[in-house]
């Protein structure tokens, strides 16, 4: 059974700070990995997707990946009130497999 | 473009109406995929269809049936629903490419059965 397992929440961290998302995965060969934001009530929007091991930043966003460790994660850089969101972490082998999401608070 | 659009946002029907959801997209994806979402989880996986054939599904309940009449559209027809089917539907689109397919999300309909 494939599982994806992120750091429970919520995490609360003030404005302006790093907030550092984590997640594993339980099936080596996964090829993508994904993070969606999802605000309350609204759909989930994709926010980074990562193939190689290594960084990818994309403005205040920087994923991270390690397959060895099957491990991948988010940090958030001078977090803003708008970035109050359920971070979802994803997996894609055959099909996409979803962590439980971590709430994320960033308080003013 | 990554737009994919969903109709009705809102639906409430009774245990023994008939009524579908609808999605479209226009960015000549060829996969979509269907998935219900209750509130404080993750969306679950219901159906997948890759060029237009049912691939994938994930053993849903016959009174969900699913319908991909061309590329762009994907229906959800719904028929004696249950209180419990009560959730937030999504639908999602990819381009196929062998491993790397990033899903966009609808905006959802959200849909409640009395």
């Known amino acids: 059974q494939k599982e994806v397992e992120q750091n429970s929440g919520p995490l609360s961290v003030p404005e302006g700070a790093i907030a550092s998302l984590n997640c594993t995965y339980s099936d080596r060969v996964s090829q993508s990995f994904f993070w969606y934001r999802q605000y309350s009530g609204k759909s989930p929007e994709l926010i980074m997707s990562i193939y190689s091991n290594g960084d990818k930043e994309d403005g205040r966003f920087t994923a991270q990946l390690n397959k060895a460790s099957q491990y991948v994660s988010l940090l958030i850089r001078d977090s803003q009130p708008s970035d109050s969101a359920t971070y979802l972490c994803a997996v894609n082998d055959y099909k996409l497999s979803f962590g439980a999401g971590t709430t994320v608070t960033v308080r003013a | 473009d990554t737009e994919v659009t969903q109709t009705p946002k809102h639906l409430v029907m009774g245990m023994t109406n008939k009524k579908s959801l609808k999605c479209e997209q226009h960015?000549?994806?060829?996969?979509m995929y269907w998935y219900k979402q209750k509130a404080k989880k993750p969306p679950e996986l219901m159906f997948v269809?890759?060029?237009?054939?049912?691939?994938i599904n994930e053993s849903v309940p016959s009174r969900f049936s699913p319908e991909c009449p061309n590329s762009s559209l994907l229906n959800l027809h719904l028929h004696a629903l249950q209180p419990e089917d009560s959730a937030l539907y999504l639908c999602?689109?990819?381009?196929?490419?062998?491993?790397?397919?990033?899903?966009?999300f609808g905006p959802g309909t959200r849909l409640l059965v009395l």
């Open positions: 999602a689109s990819s381009q196929l490419t062998g491993g790397q397919e990033t899903q966009y």
């Open positions: 960015m000549g994806h060829r996969a």
């Open positions: 269809y890759s060029y237009e054939k049912l691939s």
